[in-house]
């Protein structure tokens, strides 16, 4: 018996059952069981009910505030410009994103966006999500002796201040590590989260000190210490005199071997600031080295810096196995350097001015080329 039969076949019986003496209303209660396969108890319920509603109407819930469809195409072109980020660092990213929109929008749209939650973000976006995960190739080599005059960091640093920079080396090899290809250097400041990056041809102890040495002379803030992996291309000799033999020397420090945690800040930037965008593609060229300088020490750099937020971890809560993390509000390294009381004011009212000169879409669409143009070159 189909469901309809069924709600039928019950106002028949309700109409009988409730007429009909205490005697007969036994004989019918078996009857609509045995003829619906009900539970005594659920027919009981059934029968009892004061009304049947055939077709549940939907009571009218609040209108819709965020259906604007100028609201979901902004959305979604931010989110693919700033590299499908997540919603939490999405909803700061408006604000500084939305001077700069091509499209009419009018007062009303723009105004939603300023408000939307990330949470709304994430409603209006679900259905052109999209996952991506890859794996990449360790190409880290132990040190040599010099590991006994590098200590291990433990927590030394004054972190709340910029200037300590965590390093890590990105090995653009495919899927072998055998012969010559490029790396790129990737350095992030851990309380501005600050980024400089260059390429190199090889893991060369001297490519590697020139880069490292570029990426000093851009930092807007003089480096207090530098902390790196266990890779011969940071510790040696060459970075070793660099940082020790001057007037202020540099807290030069590694993490410990196999204790990718220890770098877990530049260990971040490399997957969301260099594999999603340049892949893991294999740069045997040496040429590409000249076109991903050019790329890193212009759109690159002004783009990650001036225009995508992130959040940082401010307090860890442990209850039983579990960890609660707490972030605190997802901010650009532009913004955390203006925060900052460690900052001199000239250095700020150069990257005000700086500011005020970029275009966020601009910056999006032409490292956007030059990827393209390195990647045809594979």
Known sequence: ????????????????????????????????????????????????????????VKKPGRKKKYSHPDIFIFLRELWVATNLICSKRLKPTIPLWLPFYERPISAEVEKLLLEISAASIDRILEQVRKSRKKLGLSTTKPGSLIKKHVPIKTNQWDETKPGFIEADSVAHCGESVSGMFVYSINAVDIATGWLETRAVWGKGQHGCFNAIE???????????????????????????????????????????????????????????????????????????????????????????????????????????????????????????????HDISKRIKNELTRLMYTLNPFELQSCLVDKIKSIIALV
């Open 214 to 340: 570029s990426i000093e002379n851009s930092l807007p803030f003089k480096i207090r210490g530098f902390d790196s992996d266990n890779g011969g291309e940071f510790l040696n000799w060459h970075l070793h005199s660099y940082f020790t033999n001057r007037k202020h020397p540099v807290a030069y420090t590694r993490s410990r071997p196999y204790q990718k945690n220890d770098n877990a800040h530049v260990e971040g930037k490399n997957w969301t600031h260099i594999r999603q965008y340049l892949g893991y593609h294999r740069f045997e060229k040496e040429r590409i080295v000249d076109l991903l300088n050019d790329l890193y020490k212009n759109e690159w750099r002004l783009f990650f810096n001036f225009f995508i937020p992130s959040s940082k971890i401010i307090q860890k809560n442990r209850r039983g196995s579990k960890i609660t993390k707490v972030h605190d509000k997802p901010l650009t390294p532009y913004q955390r350097i203006m925060a900052s």
């Open 1 to 56: 018996m189909s469901n309809k039969a069924k709600r039928e076949y019950l106002g028949a019986v309700r109409s009988r059952y409730f007429l009909a003496p205490k005697s007969e209303k036994q004989k019918i209660l078996d009857e609509f069981c045995a003829n619906c396969h009900y539970n005594r108890k659920y027919a009981i319920r059934l029968i009892n009910k004061k009304e049947i509603v055939q077709h549940a």
